[in-house]
């Protein structure tokens, strides 16, 4: 009984030792708005997992506020992103950095750059590739 349990202590010490170092393997994103709006931001990236290209949002950043965002993604692979409010906004030091266009929806995402989607929710933007682990919303995209 006693290695039973003992097993089972040690098991689970393992478990969470590995589940607190792949979290450690996150992506964070550090996000301000410098402008005085609220904006939504998606990001595209490679799944960590899967290693599949993939989109998420939203998250949501007031005026002149910050906040932190987590991925899931592949750090060694380009981390891109898209801010929006009607219209899409950049950090300005990242606007001429690489640029992918995706579709993006608020109920779902999708990843074809070859058609349009019937969803009428849903919209073409530029997703610019981050340098490094921060953005400064700054400017709306030009061009």
């Keep these: 009984m006693k290695k039973i349990v003992k097993f089972a202590l040690c098991a689970l010490v393992a478990s ?3 589940a607190v170092a ?11 708005n410098a ?17 599949e290209l993939t989109t998420k949002g939203w998250w949501y950043v007031e005026p002149h506020g910050q ?27 990242t606007r001429n950095n690489p640029q992918i266009w995706r579709w993006a929806s608020y109920r779902n995402f999708s990843f074809t750059t070859e058609e349009d989607p019937s969803d009428p929710d849903v919209w073409k933007g530029r997703f610019f590739k981050i340098n490094g682990t921060s953005i400064n919303v700054d400017g709306k995209r030009r061009g």
Aim: aromatic share 14%.
């Design 67 to 93: 906040t932190v965002v987590t991925l899931d993604a592949d750090e060694s692979r380009d981390i891109y992103y898209a801010a929006f409010n009607k219209d899409q906004f950049v950090d300005t030091t």
């Design 16 to 18: 969470l030792f590995f």
């Design 22 to 32: 792949a979290g450690a393997h996150a992506a964070e994103i550090s996000v301000s």
């Design 35 to 51: 402008l005085d709006i609220r904006l939504s931001l998606t990001f595209t990236y490679h799944d960590r997992e899967s290693g």
